[in-house]
C-alpha cells in the first residue's frame, strides 16, 4: 500500500513539473563580496515557501517574509536557488512542493592575480608580459591594468623594504587588453622589483611582485669576441658565393647602362644628320629660304669697292647698294653662304 502512494507521489510530482516548466520565473543576482541581499520569492507571503539549493533544504537563510537573504555575501552564497510552493495541505501524504521561481546568484569579487608574470631585461629596458585568466576576473569584466617598479631593497644599505617607495609606470592606468608593457631608462647590471595588478567594479585585485635583474653593458672586447666567433663559424664558400652575386649584380648594370647610353648617342646623331638634310633641301627648292631667327631683319647695305683706278679709288665712286630679298650663294659641296 505503501509503495503504491509513493509511486502515485512522484507520477504527480513529475506531472506538475511537466505542466509548470514554462510557468517557471528565472531571475539572474549579482552582488559585489561583502554586500547584503534579499530575494523575494514573488508569491503570497501566506503561501507555505521552500528554499532549497541542490536539493537542499536552506531554511536558515529565509526571513518571516518567505525572502532568502544573505549577510556579508562571500563566494560560497553563488550557485542556483529555488523557491517552491506546497500545493497540498493534506497530512496523511508527503507535502508536495511546485517550484515557482529560480534564481542564479553571482558574487563579484575583486580580481585575482595575473596570470604568467613574467620580465623580458636588457640593458636599460624591461618588458613586462602577463596574462589574464577567466576564473581570476572576479566575475566581473577588467577596467585596467596598473604597474609599478622599484629598485631592489637590499642595494639601500640604511632603508628597510617598507620604506622603499614604488615607482607608479605610464600610463598609469594601463588598457585591459594590453598584455605587456615597455620600461625604459633602466641602469644596466642592476636588480629591481615589478609588481602588477588588475582592478575591476568591485576594488583593486591582488598584487603580483616579481625580481628581475638587467644586463650588463657590452664592452669592446666583449663585441670584438662576438664577432669573431661569428667570423669563425662563418664558412668560405657563403664569402665567395656573396662576392660572385654582388660583382655578377654589378657587371649587370655597368652592361645595361653602356648599352644605354650608346642607343641614346645613336639616336642623337641620326636625328641630327636628317634635319641638315631636311634644311638643305628647303634651301635649295626655296632659294633665300632662312631657318635663322632674325629672318625678318633687313639685311645691311652692301658697299661695292671699284677697283682698276690705282691703289686709290673715289668716294665718289662708292655706292650703297641694298637688296629687296635675301640672296645665296651656292657653292660645290654641302656650304651654303648668304650675303
Not at 596574462?131 to 576576473?137: H, L, S
Not at 607608479?168 to 587588453?177: F, G, K, T, V
Not at 567594479?201 to 672586447?221: C, L, N, Q
Amino acid at each position: 500500500m505503501k509503495s503504491d502512494l509513493a509511486v502515485a507521489v512522484f507520477l504527480l510530482k513529475l506531472l506538475l513539473n511537466l505542466n509548470f516548466a514554462n510557468s517557471l520565473i528565472r531571475r539572474d543576482y549579482s552582488v559585489h563580496a561583502g554586500k547584503n541581499i534579499t530575494i523575494p520569492c514573488i508569491k503570497s507571503v501566506t503561501d507555505t515557501i521552500l528554499w532549497t539549493r541542490d536539493g537542499n533544504n536552506i531554511s536558515s537563510s529565509v526571513n518571516e517574509e518567505n525572502s532568502l537573504v544573505f549577510i556579508d555575501v562571500t563566494t560560497n552564497e553563488a550557485g542556483l536557488y529555488i523557491c517552491s510552493v506546497l500545493t497540498n495541505s493534506s497530512s496523511d501524504i508527503e507535502p508536495l512542493y511546485q517550484p515557482h521561481m529560480q534564481v542564479q546568484i553571482k558574487v563579484k569579487t575583486k580580481p585575482g592575480a595575473v596570470g604568467s608574470f613574467r620580465v623580458r631585461a636588457t640593458t636599460i629596458i624591461a618588458v613586462l608580459i602577463w596574462e589574464v585568466w577567466r576564473n581570476r576576473t572576479g566575475n566581473a569584466p577588467i577596467i585596467d591594468f596598473t604597474a609599478e617598479m622599484r629598485k631592489q631593497p637590499e642595494l639601500f644599505s640604511n632603508n628597510t623594504e617598507e620604506n622603499i617607495e614604488w615607482q607608479r609606470l605610464d600610463p598609469q592606468h594601463i588598457a585591459p587588453n594590453a598584455r605587456q608593457l615597455e620600461v625604459y631608462h633602466l641602469v644596466p647590471n642592476t636588480s629591481y622589483q615589478f609588481r602588477i595588478w588588475a582592478s575591476n567594479e568591485v576594488g583593486s585585485g591582488e598584487i603580483y611582485t616579481i625580481g628581475a635583474r638587467t644586463v650588463p653593458p657590452t664592452e669592446e672586447k666583449d663585441l670584438i669576441m662576438r664577432i669573431l666567433e661569428d667570423a669563425k663559424e662563418f664558412k668560405k664558400e657563403y664569402w665567395i658565393v656573396a662576392v660572385g652575386i654582388v660583382m655578377g649584380t654589378l657587371l649587370i648594370l655597368t652592361i645595361g647602362t653602356t648599352l644605354i647610353l650608346w642607343k641614346e648617342c645613336r639616336e642623337s646623331s641620326e636625328d641630327e644628320s636628317d634635319k641638315d638634310l631636311v634644311q638643305n633641301m628647303h634651301v635649295i627648292l626655296n632659294p633665300g629660304f632662312c631657318h635663322d631667327d632674325d629672318q625678318n631683319r633687313p639685311l645691311s647695305p652692301i658697299k661695292t669697292h671699284f677697283y682698276g683706278y690705282g691703289n686709290h679709288y673715289n668716294d665718289d665712286y662708292e655706292k650703297d647698294m641694298t637688296f629687296s630679298r635675301k640672296m645665296s650663294i651656292f657653292f660645290t659641296g654641302n656650304t651654303i653662304k648668304r650675303i
